[in-house]
């Protein structure tokens, strides 16, 4: 088996957890660690840079912004460790030593499975953009300027709204950008595009969940007035007025090694579902749903 090691090497946890993988892995596996990370844990193992890490899966340490910024990079399955803030994406708490040996233990063991979930590919004016792990959102670029967008399906324009921006979120990106602007919380297992009015001049537009076969696109209507397109909030591109974005289901999908089925679980703690979470249940993210080993 072969494990490659990326994180975020300006968090000192990241770069502890990544040296304490490599010792955990030992000689059970063969281990590469992306260059950036391998320049600042002090590792002797093969490097090389992600792009280029060749794998069964990946090891991934650091925040949500982490893991988006590494997807936009590798297919690799990534098994998501947090040590940032949020950890939306995280499998594992990477505070808990524990449960993070643990986890390296699973991985090297094979008790695990791999979660596949939908990401967005789009483009702007026929040039294609990276794919999206959580949203695609088309802006105004200057502060407090509403702009007129024009949305459509499958081609055809189905309405116009005045806002600060449109959100194309994933089901994934239903918990991020999507959800600060009073968008649905989507189960994963549910695919569709959520679009989302970002700051809109009538305060009672609404989320619409379109069906993940269909594309969707987002017009900016007067071509004086130029915007900005963002991608998981790791690139972001201006834009002339009157340039359209397209967005569809991509063919590439994000893997991600998982111990349980815990969307849910996941979830609580963070105080957005709308639901009461004091629940007193002991049962945590990192408690696999598989069985033990034999």
Not at 87 to 94: H, I, M, N, R
Not at 198 to 224: I, K, M, Y
Request: glycine share 10%; net charge negative.
């Amino acid at each position: 088996m072969r494990i490659g090691i990326a994180g975020n090497p300006g968090k000192p946890l990241a770069v502890e957890l990544a040296r304490r993988a490599v010792e955990r892995i030992g000689d059970r596996a063969e281990v590469v660690v992306a260059s950036d990370m391998a320049a600042v844990a002090g590792t002797d193992r093969p490097h090389a840079p992600l792009e280029a890490i060749a794998a069964d899966a990946l090891v991934a340490i650091g925040g949500d912004g982490t893991f988006l910024w590494t997807l936009q990079r590798t297919e690799l399955p990534l098994l998501p460790i947090n040590a940032g803030t949020m950890g939306f994406l995280a499998e594992v708490d990477g505070s808990r030593l524990a449960a993070f040996d643990g986890a390296i233990d699973r991985l090297l063991t094979g008790r695990y499975f791999v979660e596949a979930r939908m990401r967005l590919a789009s483009q702007l004016s026929g040039t294609s953009l990276p794919d999206a792990m959580n949203e695609i959102v088309v802006h105004t670029s200057q502060v407090a300027k509403m702009r007129l967008f024009e949305i459509g399906v499958d081609g055809r324009a189905v309405g116009r709204l005045r806002a600060d921006g449109v959100i194309l979120a994933t089901p994934t990106g239903s918990t991020s950008y999507s959800l600060s602007a009073l968008g649905p919380i989507v189960d994963p297992a549910v695919e569709g595009i959520v679009v989302s009015a970002l700051a809109p001049f009538q305060a009672t537009q609404r989320a619409v969940l379109v069906d993940p076969l269909r594309t969707v696109s987002v017009r900016l209507v007067h071509p004086e007035k130029e915007g900005v397109v963002v991608v998981d909030g790791q690139t972001e591109q201006h834009i002339p007025g009157g340039s359209t974005v397209v967005a569809y289901r991509s063919p590439r999908r994000a893997r991600f090694v998982r111990f349980g089925s815990g969307f849910f679980r996941r979830l609580q703690g963070k105080k957005i579902l709308p639901w009461s979470e004091e629940l007193g249940d002991t049962e945590t993210t990192d408690d696999a749903d598989l069985p033990p080993p034999t």
